[in-house]
């Protein structure tokens, strides 16, 4: 296994005696006269400020149905190759 170092970048609103490269202004270009500059984060830091998304009710609602009606599908086919043994061994 590999030891490998993540590195995050991001844009980051810069205050008047900071200078803009070339690079920031390539990567995070100017918006509404706000200049940008890159700057990097630690991915620790970065995981714990992502916002929560909303769960997709629908698409577990689906997840759920799928799963109500497979074992409620195998249920069916169990007892009745049940039965049907059942016949077979009682002639």
């Given at each position: 296994?590999?030891?490998?170092?993540?590195?995050?970048?991001?844009?980051?609103?810069?205050?008047?005696?900071?200078?803009?490269?070339?690079?920031?202004?390539?990567?995070?270009?100017p918006?509404?006269?706000?200049?940008?500059?890159?700057v990097?984060?630690?991915?620790?830091?970065?995981?714990?400020?992502?916002?929560?998304?909303?769960?997709?009710?629908?698409?577990?609602?689906?997840?759920?149905?799928?799963?109500?009606?497979?074992?409620?599908?195998?249920?069916?086919?169990?007892?009745?190759?049940?039965?049907?043994?059942?016949?077979?061994?009682?002639?």
């Amino acid at each position: 296994m590999t030891d490998q170092t993540i590195q995050l970048l991001a844009c980051k609103p810069i205050r008047q005696p900071m200078a803009v490269t070339t690079v920031d202004r390539e990567l995070c270009p100017p918006e509404n006269g706000q200049q940008f500059t890159l700057v990097s984060i630690d991915p620790a830091i970065a995981l714990t400020n992502v916002p929560a998304t909303s769960l997709d009710t629908v698409q577990m609602a689906g997840f759920w149905t799928l799963a109500l009606t497979t074992i409620v599908g195998l249920w069916f086919v169990s007892v009745h190759v049940g039965a049907l043994l059942g016949f077979i061994r009682r002639g």
